[in-house]
């Protein structure tokens, strides 16, 4: 992305205008969320402004409500390269939605049955699925590597007769590790095992493909994308409608609706719309959607790659500061950082870039397994920084220069 391009896009973020004593603020905290732009804050206000209503009511606005959740669902599936609009679910984020799937996956599984988890994944892809220990269910767990890669060798001596699905992130919320998916296909394949893929770090960054991937389940999160706080799980066609998810008796059976306890948050979903296409519309070309969105997502990916290249170069340069994780040199990596500076605890790191407006997190970010895996839980875990479409290279440099006066 050229200087005059971005420029015309960080204008369509309100939240990008903002100063702190004097300094424009420095969002580098997207892992947790992005900032959202214009366009999307306009269609949830539009939303509450002209068609509030719940669903399925005989009367207009009702109606235009089911006519914006159905366009939602095919424009995430365009973003998704999935199959129909029918594969999509929407929920409150993509923990409940997951915690939802495996208890329903749970009520068809029978005690001594297996699933494989890994150390590297957010608490978001592990916890639920621990959660059928109560239920007799085997939950083993792959290893991770000193490198912040799987260890695919653990992976597949841990897959036996028994394993019935496979949990595995896209890419990892602290390392920016991209795991081997076309290996863990092939690997869960061979053991007749479901696959589900946590993409909530991938989506803000790289372009997905459902049915290129294999996966069975994909989850991710609209509001790393420039969205709202809404979670979405793709599902196989036919495959939810096999699964007793915890429904109430006026809900059908079929997906996606089957997954989908109580009224959604109908102005949010009208968001999620606006930014999906608020990302083709800025950056994509092609005739159809699918194919907007993927040039869209590969043109933000080769920017973000552009900035974290420089912002790793910068700060494993400065002494005391190291760079956990895969190199920027790996083919494919999230642009996220796990920052750890020598006697300097976490928290204390981002207080002092706080005061120059800068926006770093601290912590673990849910990714508990791999901080402990790692020896980091007792320091704090680490000092997490994240690129995003808007970022700067100016915004960069002010990083490095002042995490050089913070390591001195």
Not at 33 to 53: L, R, S
Not at 140 to 154: C, I, N, T, W
Not at 385 to 408: F, L, Q, W
């Amino acid at each position: 992305m050229n200087q005059a391009m971005n420029a015309a896009f960080r204008q369509q973020f309100p939240a990008l205008s903002r100063h702190y004593r004097d300094h424009a603020l420095v969002y580098l905290d997207g892992p947790a969320g992005t900032q959202v732009p214009k366009a999307v804050i306009d269609a949830v206000a539009h939303y509450y402004a002209h068609y509030n209503a719940n669903s399925h009511g005989a009367f207009l606005t009702s109606h235009e409500t089911d006519v914006m959740v159905e366009q939602t669902r095919q424009r995430i599936a365009d973003f998704l390269g999935a199959e129909n609009a029918a594969t999509i679910s929407l929920g409150a984020n993509m923990t409940t939605l997951n915690f939802a799937l495996s208890r329903g996956i749970g009520r068809m599984l029978r005690a001594g049955d297996e699933v494989l988890i890994t150390q590297l994944d957010h608490e978001g892809n592990r916890g639920p699925w621990l959660a059928l220990r109560e239920l007799g269910i085997i939950v083993r767990e792959v290893k991770l590597l000193p490198s912040g890669q799987l260890d695919y060798a653990d992976m597949e001596a841990k897959l036996t007769e028994r394993t019935r699905l496979v949990a595995v992130g896209y890419a990892s919320n602290i390392l920016g590790t991209v795991n081997d998916l076309q290996k863990v296909r092939a690997l869960t394949h061979a053991a007749g095992a479901w696959m589900l893929v946590d993409a909530v770090h991938a989506a803000p960054h790289l372009p997905i493909d459902v049915q290129a991937i294999g996966c069975d389940f994909l989850l991710c999160s609209a509001y790393k994308f420039y969205g709202p706080h809404v979670g979405i799980l793709y599902s196989r066609p036919g495959l939810l409608d096999r699964i007793a998810t915890d429904r109430l008796r006026t809900a059908g059976q079929a997906a996606p609706e089957s997954i989908e306890t109580g009224t959604m948050n109908f102005a949010a979903i009208a968001g999620v719309k606006a930014a999906i296409e608020f990302i083709g519309n800025q950056f994509g070309t092609g005739e159809s959607w699918r194919e907007r969105l993927t040039s869209a997502m590969l043109k933000i990916q080769a920017h973000e790659r552009t900035l974290v290249t420089r912002l790793y170069e910068g700060l494993t340069a400065i002494p005391g500061v190291s760079v956990l994780g895969p190199s920027v040199k790996e083919p494919l990596r999230a642009p996220t950082l796990a920052i750890v500076v020598d006697g300097k605890r976490p928290e204390w790191v981002c207080a002092r870039l706080n005061e120059q407006a800068i926006f770093a997190w601290d912590g673990h970010f849910y990714a508990l397994r791999a901080v402990e895996i790692l020896g980091l839980r007792e320091k704090g875990g680490v000092t997490r920084m994240g690129i995003s479409a808007y970022t700067t290279a100016e915004e960069v440099n002010r990083v490095i220069h002042e995490m050089e006066k913070i390591a001195g």
